[in-house]
Every structure is written in structure tokens, then in C-alpha cells.
């Protein structure tokens, strides 16, 4: 996707203050000068400096030097939806034991995208002569360059969720048949989008006119022939996704443009003759396509053995409300498989998650609940399970409720509003992840989906989650915020992909873990920014500076909108 540069005063006077706040703190605080600090690094306040190293550095590379400005209240920045606070990278947990090589492709992806802004192009340029295989000169390299900042929530606690999520393998073929019934849809033409930023702030909760241009709305001054009636009031004007998803209908005086259709409306639609959808590939597990569209991504193995790779090209516009699964019982959902054990139909109920207690299993982002594993299935089989599919390669939990759960068949899914549009991926070499929402291809183990809100997409975030009581997965180390998702909004909020296939998708069930965050700001950028100076001693944000939405503004992500 396209990126512009910061561009909101807002913003820019929020990093303002980060940047200048640790400049005037050292200068407040320091009782004897300090050294300088090396090129492009920050001085540490209150003392000398450390003695730099220079081991293992490569040539061009600037003396690494740990953390920035410290000072004992440390500075702060607030946004609307996050705090910000300075920090060292002696303050890392795991740091120093990360193995930087294995990130450092996830690291070059992300420059790819971010290289267009002018504070990052020197950072992704310098990137290119560190040597691959020196794990030394890569932390010096994100030490000397970085400034970093831990996140915190809102009311300033230290911790949050952190989840996983994976790429499903599902059994499909090209044409439909009686047993591969379910549409892997396409995006449909039908579906028009508007961006409600750009609408007066007057009128955004009443009626305007809009006309088609593509497959975009385009706002009107007034109504004219052709145009439509869009109802402001009937969508939700979400600050996170500023994209409406609209279908029109009628035509003169009845001109309408509403709401995109629910999953409900689409199941009860001829699909795909209605929407005009194009179709990917036919399925035969709704339930395993639900698992899928809660991934985002995920690939289809032919009858031939060729697999077909698909990824997220857009949704309908309503809020995600997932489906739990309550217990192995009797329904109509039943799953297909090989081998003996498969030839015996594994079946189970689902609830909604409105009287469900038990933590939800197929959603991405959400926590699940600990079940024993199966041994892990090769993607190599001809057919995994649709139990499989839906837990990452463990079985359904039996009952564990007294109460009887609801009875809910495949078809009640449609209670889960959203609904997910795939686009072929004809390109891909099969061991490079999907791509996320960066517009880069996802690392297994080092791409993480953030709230854009808070976390600005594509830039390093060290990532401390511990594992929890009985499970053996921990994740200390650096990572990108490369992707986003539904379920992930938050300050201290993440979701770690994990990777293809089964063992994957074990992994992605059982990281339901609590964790801490840390976002690496471009310390170029900082200093580009602190001309403002609107700071008081010591760092503090001048009362008159209003909290904006974003840390770093751009414009496809976060964005200040008035």
C-alpha cells in the first residue's frame, strides 16, 4: 500500500515533545556535561557516558549505544488510545539473547515499505550494509538508531493480550460439485466503498448524496441526477477503519446506498450470481472457509495437488462477532477426513458468543481454551480435518458446562455479522507467509498484527510475553508490526503469526499469553520533529497540546480525522 509521510500537526507536536522532552530532561537533570552522544544515538542522563564498543560492528555502522535519555520521571507522550514512555534497551528482557539474524528479513521487508518516507530511507539504506550473519552489529545497529518507547494502556498498566494466528490448508477444487458446495468468494462487484473522513464533519450524521466512480462512492454537494442517498446514521463510523462498505440500490427518488450485506443476507443470496462475486475455488466445510476468513489468509489444496494461495482483499463492513465451540456433540457439521480414525465423523455445537462461557476456538485474536493436542497432521496428507482446521491441529474440548449449550448447525454462522473477500496469490514462492496488511509478506515468528492506532505498521516492536501456567511457549524477542486484524485493538495488544500448517496452528491455539510491548521510534525522526519544543521542565506535555489518535500519523492507517 502507499505511504505518505507524517503530515498532521498533531502528530508532529507529539513526537515533538517525546524528542525535546528527553533533550530537556538531560540538560535539566545532568550534573556535569556529558559526552556527546554518538551519530543518529541519545545521551543518557545523569552521568557520563558508557565507553563504547565496537566489537562486532561493521564499517559504516554507527557505535551502538543503549537506550535513550533516562531521567527519574521518565518522559511521556499520550495519544487518545496509548502512553508512551522512555526506555532503554538494557531495560529488555531477552535483548541481549535475541537472535536478531532470524528477524533481520522481516526487518528488509518492512523497509520496502517504509523506505519511502524521508526518515526512514537513510535507516533502510545504512540496514544494507550490515553484515547477515552478525547478530552484534545488528543490535548496535537498532541501538544507535532507535529510540524506544514502552507502551503502555491507557490507565498506564505494563501488560496486555497477546495472541496467534496461522495460515489454514483447506481441501477445495475449481468446480463446484455436491460435495464441494461452499464459494471461496473474490471481492464482489456489487461492493462500494467511501471513505467517511472525507465527509464535512456537519454531515456526518445525516443524509448526502454520493454517485459511483469505480467502485468508489464520491461525495456530493448536493443531490443530482444519478446520485444516491447514503444515511450516515446507519453505519458505523469507526476511527480505526475509516472505509464504509455500501451497496446500492433503487434508482431515481429510491436511490438508495446502504449497508453492505451481513453474512446472513449473503448465505440467504444465490451466491455467487447475486453479488456478482468471482469464485476462487468451491470448499466443503462452511465452518473450515469461517476458519479461514478469521485468519485472513490460507491455501486450498486441489484434487491434482496444486495449491491455490488466497489472501484478505476486503470485507463487508460489519463488526467481527465470532462463533464458539462449546462441546463435541451431535450436530450437522460434520467433518470429512483419511485414514481409519477419519472414517468416523468428528462432530460438535457451536454457540454464540453472547451465551457462550467457553473462550472462542476459530477466532484470531481471542483467546482459546486448553485442550489436549494431537499428534501434528503433514500438510503432505490429502485432507486435514475440519477440527483441525478449526483448532490448529488439536481436537475440540469436550463439555465443560453444566449448562446444555445452544444447538447451532453450520448455518448459524450467519449470527457472526462480517464476512471476509479473498484475491488469488499467483506469486508467492510457498515458503514466503501471506502478505499482511503492510503490503509485505508475513515472517513466521517475526510479524505481529498491531492496532495502527497505536503501534505504526512496519516498525520494529520487542515483544516480552512469558508463557503462562502449563504452557511451554515463550516469546521474548523483536518483531514488525506488519499486520492487523479485527480482534486486535489496543495498546498493549498483538497477535504473533506463527506460520503454515499444523504445527502452526497448535502454536497459534495455545498463545494466549500476557505481555508487554515496546515500539521502536526512528531517533532521526524524533529529532526532525523536536523544533517544536513545546515541553515543559522535564519533559511534560504543555497543557494546551491536545491528545491526537495516532503516535505517527500516515495516511492509510492512523490519521488524525476532525
Excluded at 518516507?117 to 532507535?146: H, L, N, Y
Excluded at 464535512?200 to 456530493?220: E, H, Y
Excluded at 453479488?275 to 476468513?293: C, F, H, K, S, T
Amino acid at each position: 500500500m502507499p505511504y505518505s509521510a507524517p503530515s498532521s500537526p498533531r502528530s508532529l507536536r507529539l513526537l515533538a515533545v517525546l524528542a525535546a522532552g528527553a533533550l530537556a530532561a538531560c540538560a535539566s537533570q545532568a550534573p556535569s556535561p556529558t559526552p556527546a552522544a554518538p551519530a543518529g544515538g541519545a545521551a543518557v542522563a545523569g552521568g557520563p557516558a558508557a565507553p563504547p564498543s565496537n566489537a562486532g560492528v561493521a564499517p559504516g555502522v554507527a557505535t551502538p549505544k543503549s537506550g535513550v535519555a533516562r531521567v527519574a520521571a521518565p518522559s511521556e507522550v499520550r495519544t487518545r488510545n496509548a502512553v508512551f514512555k522512555l526506555a532503554g534497551f538494557d531495560e529488555l528482557p531477552g535483548w541481549q539473547q535475541d537472535d536478531l539474524r532470524a528477524g533481520w528479513g522481516a526487518f528488509r521487508n518492512s523497509c520496502e515499505a517504509l523506505r519511502k518516507r524521508d526518515e526512514w530511507r537513510e535507516i533502510c539504506d545504512a540496514s544494507q550494509r550490515v553484515p547477515a550473519a552478525d547478530t552484534a552489529a545488528m543490535r548496535g545497529f537498532f541501538e544507535s538508531r532507535f529510540s524506544l518507547l514502552r507502551i503502555l494502556n491507557t490507565d498506564a498498566s505494563r501488560e496486555g493480550d497477546i495472541t496467534g494466528y496461522f495460515e489454514p490448508l483447506l481441501d477445495g477444487q475449481r468446480q463446484r460439485s455436491a460435495v464441494y458446495d461452499v464459494p471461496v468468494l473474490g471481492v464482489p462487484r456489487d461492493l462500494y466503498t467511501i471513505d467517511w473522513s472525507r465527509v464535512p464533519k456537519a454531515q456526518r450524521r445525516g443524509v448526502i448524496a454520493v454517485r459511483p466512480d469505480g467502485n468508489q462512492l464520491v461525495v456530493l454537494p448536493a443531490p443530482q441526477a444519478g446520485s444516491y442517498a447514503m444515511d450516515l446514521r446507519r453505519f458505523e463510523l469507526d476511527d480505526r477503519d475509516r472505509r464504509l462498505r455500501v451497496r446500492l440500490t433503487g434508482s431515481g427518488a429510491t436511490a438508495r446506498a446502504e449497508p453492505y450485506y451481513t453474512r446472513g443476507e449473503l448465505e440467504a443470496l444465490n451466491l455467487p450470481q447475486d453479488i456478482g462475486a468471482p469464485v476462487l475455488a468451491w470448499v466443503a466445510d462452511g465452518l473450515a472457509l469461517y476458519a479461514m476468513q478469521v485468519q485472513g489468509s490460507g491455501r486450498i489444496r486441489m484434487p491434482d495437488g496444486s495449491v491455490l494461495r488466497v489472501q484478505y482483499a476486503e470485507q463487508n463492513g460489519h463488526p467481527f462477532k465470532p462463533l464458539r465451540v462449546a462441546a463435541v456433540k451431535s450436530t450437522k457439521v460434520v467433518t470429512r477426513g483419511t485414514g481409519a480414525a477419519a472414517e468416523q465423523p468428528q462432530e460438535f455445537v457451536l454457540e454464540d458468543e453472547a451465551v457462550a462461557d467457553e473462550a472462542p476456538v476459530v477466532t484470531r485474536g481471542k483467546a482459546v481454551p486448553a485442550v489436549p493436542a494431537t499428534p501434528s497432521r503433514s500438510p503432505s496428507r490429502a485432507s486435514d480435518s475440519l477440527v483441525d482446521q478449526l483448532l490448529g491441529g488439536a481436537k475440540a474440548p469436550a463439555a465443560a458446562s453444566a449448562k446444555a449449550p445452544a444447538r447451532v448447525t453450520q448455518g448459524r454462522l450467519v449470527s457472526d455479522p462480517s464476512y471476509v473477500f479473498f484475491k488469488p496469490v499467483t506469486d508467492r514462492p510457498a515458503a514466503e507467509g501471506p502478505q499482511g496488511a503492510l503490503g509485505v509478506p508475513l515472517t513466521a515468528g517475526r510479524s505481529v498484527a498491531v492496532d495502527p492506532r497505536v503501534t505504526p505498521l512496519g516498525y520494529p516492536v520487542f515483544l516480552s510475553a512469558p508463557a503462562p501456567s502449563g504452557s511451554a511457549i515463550q516469546v521474548q524477542r523483536l518483531v514488525f508490526a506488519q499486520d492487523t486484524g479485527g480482534a486486535i485493538r489496543g495498546a498493549v495488544r498483538a497477535d504473533y503469526f506463527w506460520g503454515f500448517g499444523s504445527e502452526a496452528g497448535q502454536n497459534a491455539r495455545s498463545t494466549k499469553h500476557r505481555g508487554q510491548m515496546w515500539v521502536l521510534l526512528p531517533t532521526a525522526e524524533a529529532k526532525r520533529l523536536s523544533s517544536n519544543r513545546i515541553v515543559t521542565r522535564g519533559g511534560a506535555v504543555s497543557s494546551d497540546v491536545e491528545a491526537g489518535q495516532c503516535l505517527v500519523a500516515d495516511g492509510d492507517f492512523c490519521s488524525e480525522v476532525d
